[in-house]
């Protein structure tokens, strides 16, 4: 029997952690989830089995290598971002893996950015808005004081992807992906790593940097495989629209969060913009990505089932509700336009504060919810489309989906092509994109993604 040559994709998200086998057209031709318990930490806050996470990636390329009908050319890891494993001369892990929602400690935040510059300079020059222990540096900044002993035994703190990578190859490095994440470990605008690593102490613990398209052999002997050195997801997820579309755009990647990206505007983030949750990442070729979020997704969930208990609906029946254009115009010409939110307000809902008994019924509730989150929507990828030229926006994730985001996000930007994309697990196909020459002897396809487009009036599969 002739043997399917795959790429096998680590792709692992907070909750779920899943394992992928790409045939040479990006096909999923095996699959399998895996959820962890998740343990404690020291001081007893939740975080990742370090231990779980590492003994499945060889438990699944055990299962891999029993499935004789699949010749597995490449492995490749994409993960959550702001996590460091921190692994001594020996590449053993010195700690947990500390969770990015861990409370940081104020006093050390204060002497950070009393050393380092007022928060607002720093959060300019980092292109990462001060969000504690998301922004993964002032993880080893708090290791550093905190724990010093255990700082003096880091040989490397590697990001997960790269703790990952790792296992296989035997080999420490850093990728851009995860350093150019709201880390602040990076200067973006001298295009290297921000001065205050160098004067703590902490550059020589990171691990030489590595090009995200790179690969580096398997440490197993008789090993065949090319390892890749792994991706952060958000940047992964972008691969599959850089590599399909040259014409510049903008993704909405939808679901708990909506990240506006784009990967076309170099313009340095601004001070509002940075107060409004603004920042920049570095896609896997090493250039900037302008991006901002909003929590929509919660926000969405908790409005929904409030509608759905008022008017003593089931909440499912929201799924596939259709647009109703007059509904939209009426609540459009009695309700006066919002103003603009104050800095640093954007993610505060307008609907949260309706009265619903003002309303006649739940599907007039509904479309005034969906006005109120296209508004917040409309507002935060104008950040990312100022001073960029772009023709089209995707929207992919949850809110692709709702016809309702759909016609009103096309009522926002008329100026602009909007298109519903989707693409099934986005994420992984990205991370297999990233190291495509390495292990795929057909040409990048064309057909990864599916495009609905949406204007005013109509809309029509692409």
Same mark, same amino acid.
């Given at each position: 029997?002739?043997?399917?040559?795959?790429?096998?994709?680590?792709?692992?998200?907070?909750?779920?952690?899943?394992?992928?086998?790409?045939?040479? /057209?990006?096909?999923?031709?095996?699959?399998?989830?895996?959820?962890?318990?998740?343990t404690?930490?020291?001081?007893?806050?939740?975080?990742?089995?370090?231990?779980?996470?590492?003994?499945s990636?060889?438990?699944?390329?055990?299962?891999?290598?029993?499935?004789?009908?699949?010749?597995?050319?490449? #492995?490749?890891?994409?993960?959550?971002?702001?996590?460091f494993?921190?692994?001594?001369?020996?590449?053993s892990?010195?700690?947990?893996?500390?969770?990015y929602?861990?409370?940081?400690?104020?006093? =050390?935040?204060?002497?950070?950015?009393?050393?380092?510059?007022?928060?607002a300079?720093?959060?300019?020059?980092?292109a990462?808005?001060?969000?504690?222990?998301?922004?993964?540096?002032l993880?080893?900044?708090?290791?550093?004081?905190?724990q010093?002993?255990?700082?003096?035994?880091?040989?490397?703190?590697?990001?997960?992807?790269?703790?990952?990578?790792?296992?296989?190859?035997?080999?420490?490095?850093?990728?851009?992906?995860?350093?150019?994440?709201?880390?602040?470990l990076?200067?973006?605008?001298?295009?290297?790593?921000?001065?205050?690593?160098?004067?703590?102490?902490?550059?020589?613990?990171?691990?030489?940097?590595?090009?995200a398209?790179?690969?580096?052999?398997?440490?197993?002997? *008789?090993?065949?495989?090319s390892?890749?050195?792994?991706?952060?997801?958000?940047?992964?997820?972008?691969?599959?629209?850089? #590599?399909?579309?040259?014409?510049?755009?903008?993704?909405?990647?939808?679901?708990?969060w909506?990240?506006s990206?784009?990967?076309?505007?170099q313009?340095?983030?601004?001070?509002?913009? =940075?107060?409004?949750?603004?920042?920049?990442?570095?896609?896997?070729?090493?250039?900037?990505v302008?991006?901002?979020?909003?929590?929509? *997704?919660?926000?969405?969930?908790?409005?929904?089932?409030?509608?759905?208990?008022?008017?003593?609906q089931?909440?499912?029946?929201y799924?596939?509700?259709?647009?109703?254009?007059?509904?939209?115009?009426?609540?459009?010409?009695?309700?006066?336009?919002?103003?603009?939110?104050?800095?640093?307000?954007?993610?505060?809902?307008?609907?949260?504060?309706? /009265?619903?008994?003002?309303?006649?019924?739940?599907?007039?509730?509904?479309?005034?919810?969906?006005?109120?989150?296209?508004?917040?929507?409309?507002?935060?990828?104008?950040? #990312?489309?100022?001073?960029?030229?772009?023709?089209?926006?995707?929207?992919?994730?949850?809110?692709?989906?709702?016809?309702?985001?759909?016609?009103?996000?096309?009522?926002?930007?008329?100026h602009?092509?909007?298109y519903a994309?989707?693409?099934?697990?986005?994420?992984?196909?990205?991370?297999?994109?990233?190291?495509?020459?390495?292990? /795929?002897?057909?040409?990048?396809?064309?057909?990864?993604?599916?495009?609905?487009?949406?204007?005013?009036?109509?809309?029509?599969?692409?």
């Amino acid at each position: 029997m002739e043997q399917i040559p795959v790429i096998a994709i680590f792709d692992v998200g907070k909750t779920n952690k899943k394992l992928f086998l790409f045939d040479e /057209n990006y096909k999923i031709v095996f699959e399998r989830t895996a959820r962890f318990t998740e343990t404690h930490d020291e001081d007893g806050d939740p975080c990742e089995n370090l231990d779980s996470l590492r003994l499945s990636v060889f438990d699944s390329l055990r299962e891999i290598f029993k499935h004789k009908e699949f010749d597995l050319k490449a #492995v490749n890891f994409s993960t959550y971002g702001a996590s460091f494993v921190y692994v001594d001369e020996d590449g053993s892990p010195l700690t947990p893996l500390y969770n990015y929602l861990k409370p940081y400690p104020p006093e =050390l935040g204060k002497q950070f950015y009393e050393t380092y510059g007022d928060e607002a300079r720093f959060a300019h020059e980092t292109a990462s808005p001060v969000l504690g222990n998301l922004n993964s540096g002032l993880q080893l900044y708090r290791l550093k004081y905190q724990q010093p002993e255990v700082f003096n035994k880091v040989k490397y703190a590697l990001h997960l992807p790269q703790y990952m990578s790792y296992l296989l190859s035997g080999q420490m490095v850093t990728d851009l992906t995860s350093i150019g994440c709201h880390t602040a470990l990076w200067d973006f605008s001298k295009n290297t790593y921000h001065e205050w690593l160098n004067r703590e102490g902490i550059l020589p613990k990171m691990a030489p940097l590595k090009p995200a398209d790179g690969v580096l052999s398997a440490v197993f002997p *008789g090993s065949t495989y090319s390892v890749g050195i792994g991706l952060h997801d958000s940047s992964a997820a972008l691969i599959p629209y850089l #590599v399909s579309f040259n014409m510049p755009f903008v993704l909405i990647s939808t679901g708990t969060w909506s990240i506006s990206l784009n990967p076309f505007n170099q313009t340095p983030l601004t001070e509002e913009e =940075l107060k409004n949750d603004c920042l920049n990442y570095l896609q896997y070729k090493g250039s900037p990505v302008k991006a901002s979020r909003l929590f929509t *997704g919660y926000e969405y969930e908790q409005q929904v089932k409030r509608i759905a208990a008022h008017f003593n609906q089931d909440a499912i029946r929201y799924r596939t509700m259709n647009f109703a254009p007059a509904i939209v115009a009426r609540l459009q010409t009695k309700d006066a336009p919002q103003s603009k939110p104050q800095e640093g307000e954007l993610q505060k809902s307008a609907f949260e504060q309706r /009265n619903l008994a003002d309303f006649s019924n739940d599907t007039e509730a509904y479309h005034q919810l969906m006005i109120d989150i296209v508004q917040q929507q409309t507002i935060s990828t104008g950040y #990312v489309l100022q001073g960029c030229k772009v023709q089209r926006i995707f929207v992919d994730g949850g809110f692709s989906k709702n016809t309702v985001f759909m016609h009103l996000l096309a009522f926002a930007f008329p100026h602009l092509e909007v298109y519903a994309a989707s693409m099934a697990q986005a994420t992984a196909v990205g991370t297999a994109l990233a190291i495509h020459q390495a292990w /795929n002897t057909k040409s990048l396809p064309h057909d990864l993604i599916e495009l609905k487009y949406y204007s005013g009036v109509q809309n029509e599969v692409v």
